[in-house]
């Protein structure tokens, strides 16, 4: 089956960029999004098709996918950007979420 | 505003079975397909299930692929999730999703609060 694998944390200081990355077998060819989940809270979407923006999503995250790599990019990270991300893509109709990865802004 | 409320989750003995669902407002329910999530308790996010807005196309995972059933009414803008033969690894929050196509094959852009599923003796 297929797999998405993310780092399990990254660690930012107030104002710095975040970067996380998504992998999985010839993820370029596939559309990813991204989704944020603080704690107790549903997930949000902010992040698809690879690099666009749903309204009400802040500038500061981007997006991009090439190759086998996915990644989320948070520029200018504030401290309410601390939350767990997931990278998600679609394989043979069957939606398959990455492992997760905790950004703590320290 | 979109809302999804999903319901019908609780304490059930291994080996049985739940049927959970979730009511949709705030948009044409029969435009969208539909999906189901779980999370188990401190762990990440797992697709479950999706279905296209018409039911014609729907989608397992492997992990419950012959045991559960997704369904919808549209009629009832209404989304449903039969379980059977539950494990203690179908413990979890089942979170409704709507997805932003007509087939499930996009991005998830409202979630519901979840409802909890807990399987024990």
């Known amino acids: 089956s297929y797999e998405l694998t993310q780092p399990p944390s990254v660690s930012v200081s107030p104002g710095q960029t975040a970067t996380i990355s998504c992998s999985g077998d010839?993820?370029?060819?596939?559309?990813a999004c991204w989704y944020q989940q603080k704690p107790g809270q549903s997930p949000v979407l902010v992040i698809y098709?690879?690099?666009k923006r749903p309204s009400g999503i802040p500038e500061r995250f981007s997006g991009s996918n090439s190759g086998t790599t996915a990644t989320l990019t948070i520029s200018g990270t504030q401290a309410m950007d601390e939350a767990d991300y997931y990278c998600?893509?679609?394989?043979?109709?069957?939606?398959?979420f990455g492992t997760g990865t905790r950004v703590t802004v320290l | 505003e979109v809302q999804l409320v999903e319901s019908g989750g609780g304490l059930v003995q291994p080996g049985r079975s739940l049927r959970l669902s979730c009511t949709a407002s705030?948009?044409?329910?029969?435009?969208?397909?539909m999906h189901w999530v779980r999370q188990a308790p401190g762990k990440g996010l797992e697709w479950v299930s999706g279905?296209?807005?018409?039911?014609?196309?729907?989608a397992y995972a492997d992990s419950v692929q012959g045991r559960f059933t997704i369904s919808r009414d549209n009629a009832k803008n209404s989304l449903y999730l039969q379980m059977n033969s539950l494990r203690a690894d179908d413990t979890a929050l089942y979170y409704c999703?709507?997805?932003?196509?007509?087939?499930?094959?996009?991005?998830?852009?409202?979630w519901g609060q979840g409802t909890l599923v807990t399987v024990s003796s």
């Open positions: 098709q690879d690099t």
């Open positions: 010839k993820l370029g060819n596939k559309y």
């Open positions: 279905i296209s807005w018409n039911s014609a196309s729907v």
């Open positions: 999703g709507k997805d932003t196509g007509l087939v499930p094959a996009a991005p998830i852009d409202y």
């Open positions: 705030g948009f044409t329910f029969d435009d969208y397909a």
């Open positions: 998600q893509a679609w394989d043979s109709s069957t939606g398959v």
